[in-house]
């Protein structure tokens, strides 16, 4: 994969024709948004949607979300524009935002995995703005790594994690918001939230009132609203140990990271505190702030894969409503099985 140096705030515009072309020409590109990179393609080729589901290694039915420069492109792009989009779209286009709607006629199901739905974003890049701009049809882009690992927010860790799958990656530095978009769906008779990301969903509710959660909406929608909500994700190499505050928790970590040491293992942890008395070779102090935390937590674990760590010990993060993200994809890095 070829790396092309843009800056992240003015790309010149031949470092974007050099994307788009490729695009045109049927070809994978890794371009950065302000959440995460995307390993891109033109959502309108089949050819190209088959190449994003074999890099990954995705599952034909996870689906796939459709990028687009503007409101107006969303619209074209969607078959039906309820007025909650429209108002939502006002509201944080371009931004990480992404609605499930239903699927335009001219996008091929492969890029949904077979559903009705497509998910479709503005995001909120100059990048992938200019990028996006420059082709007539929208980009389908997943996360920039392979199933079920760490997403990248540098241009690195898609290097590291696809190597020869793209033609190339824009390199425009680390992404600003450090995790994945909020995905809303309005396909269904209420906006129901399918994954907690950048945007707080505190803010959407000012917009569209309160959001149902797939539990609450079970029988509503569809049996699996969202099919890449049930996989283990964002895991880096090592296990990943989700602590909690009480002492008697702490103490049995304390234990498994003796054990680990022991038996020769490489210990990491994301601390929100010191951690005394309990051996780790690479501690990562972490920012007690939900932007900030977020901003750091792909490039900690992939750093933390790099040193060959086996064990990852994590702090929990606060239960208020804005950590919702951080906690969401945490949880889901330590998930086993
Ligand atoms: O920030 C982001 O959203 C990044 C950047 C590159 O835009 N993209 C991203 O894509 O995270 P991906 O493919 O890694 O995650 C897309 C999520 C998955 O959980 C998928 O199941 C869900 O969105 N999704 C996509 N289309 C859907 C649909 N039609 N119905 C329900 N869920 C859908
Ligand atoms: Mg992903």
Same mark, same amino acid.
């Given at each position: 994969?070829?790396?092309?140096?843009?800056?992240?705030?003015?790309?010149?515009?031949?470092?974007?024709?050099?994307?788009?072309?490729? $695009?045109?020409?049927?070809?994978?590109?890794?371009?950065?948004?302000?959440?995460?990179?995307?390993?891109?393609?033109?959502?309108?080729?089949?050819? /190209?949607?088959?190449? @994003?589901?074999?890099?990954?290694?995705?599952? #034909?039915?996870?689906? $796939? @979300?459709?990028?687009?420069?503007? $409101?107006?492109?969303?619209?074209?792009?969607?078959?039906?524009?309820?007025? #909650?989009?429209?108002?939502?779209?006002? /509201?944080?286009?371009?931004?990480?935002?992404?609605?499930?709607?239903?699927?335009? *006629?001219?996008?091929?199901?492969?890029?949904?995995?077979?559903?009705?739905?497509?998910? @479709?974003?503005?995001?909120?890049? *100059?990048?992938?703005?200019?990028?996006?701009?420059?082709?007539?049809?929208?980009?389908?882009?997943?996360? #920039?790594?392979?199933?079920?690992?760490?997403?990248?927010?540098?241009?690195?860790?898609?290097?590291?994690?696809?190597?020869?799958?793209?033609?190339?990656?824009?390199?425009?530095?680390?992404?600003?918001?450090? @995790?994945?978009?909020?995905?809303?769906?309005?396909?269904?008779?209420?906006?129901?939230?399918?994954?907690?990301?950048?945007?707080?969903?505190?803010?959407?509710?000012?917009?569209?009132?309160?959001?149902?959660?797939?539990? #609450?909406?079970?029988?509503?929608?569809?049996?699996?609203?969202?099919?890449?909500?049930?996989?283990?994700?964002?895991?880096?190499?090592?296990?990943?140990?989700?602590?909690?505050?009480?002492?008697?928790?702490?103490?049995?970590?304390?234990?498994?990271?003796?054990?680990?040491?022991?038996?020769?293992?490489?210990?990491?942890?994301?601390?929100?505190?010191?951690?005394?008395?309990?051996?780790?070779?690479?501690?990562?102090?972490?920012?007690?702030?939900?932007?900030?935390?977020?901003?750091?937590?792909?490039?900690?674990?992939?750093?933390?894969?790099?040193?060959?760590?086996?064990?990852?010990?994590?702090?929990?993060?606060?239960?208020? *409503?804005?950590?919702?993200?951080?906690?969401?994809?945490?949880?889901?890095?330590?998930?086993?099985?």
């Amino acid at each position: 994969m070829e790396r092309i140096v843009v800056d992240p705030l003015e790309p010149s515009c031949e470092a974007l024709e050099r994307g788009a072309a490729a $695009l045109r020409a049927g070809r994978l590109v890794a371009f950065p948004t302000e959440t995460v990179y995307g390993l891109g393609g033109n959502a309108l080729d089949r050819d /190209a949607v088959a190449l @994003i589901y074999a890099a990954k290694g995705r599952a #034909a039915t996870n689906p $796939l @979300i459709l990028h687009v420069p503007d $409101l107006e492109s969303a619209r074209r792009w969607t078959g039906e524009w309820p007025d #909650a989009a429209q108002r939502l779209g006002e /509201a944080f286009w371009p931004g990480p935002l992404t609605l499930v709607l239903r699927r335009h *006629p001219d996008v091929p199901e492969e890029v949904s995995g077979g559903l009705p739905t497509a998910a @479709i974003r503005v995001p909120a890049h *100059p990048v992938a703005t200019g990028l996006l701009r420059r082709v007539d049809f929208p980009v389908a882009a997943p996360s #920039a790594n392979p199933a079920g690992k760490v997403s990248p927010t540098t241009a690195d860790h898609v290097l590291k994690g696809l190597e020869h799958r793209a033609a190339l990656v824009l390199d425009g530095g680390a992404t600003p918001r450090g @995790i994945e978009s909020t995905v809303v769906s309005l396909a269904g008779e209420r906006p129901l939230l399918l994954r907690p990301g950048a945007l707080p969903a505190s803010e959407i509710q000012v917009i569209v009132g309160p959001l149902d959660r797939p539990a #609450a909406a079970a029988g509503l929608h569809e049996a699996a609203p969202s099919p890449g909500m049930h996989e283990r994700h964002y895991a880096p190499h090592g296990e990943v140990l989700l602590m909690d505050w009480d002492p008697h928790e702490r103490e049995r970590v304390a234990a498994l990271a003796r054990e680990e040491v022991q038996a020769g293992g490489q210990v990491g942890a994301l601390l929100l505190r010191p951690l005394p008395g309990v051996p780790v070779h690479h501690p990562i102090p972490m920012p007690d702030d939900p932007l900030a935390y977020a901003r750091l937590l792909y490039a900690s674990l992939h750093g933390l894969d790099d040193l060959g760590c086996d064990l990852i010990l994590v702090d929990p993060p606060s239960r208020d *409503p804005a950590w919702d993200g951080v906690r969401d994809r945490l949880t889901r890095a330590a998930r086993r099985g």
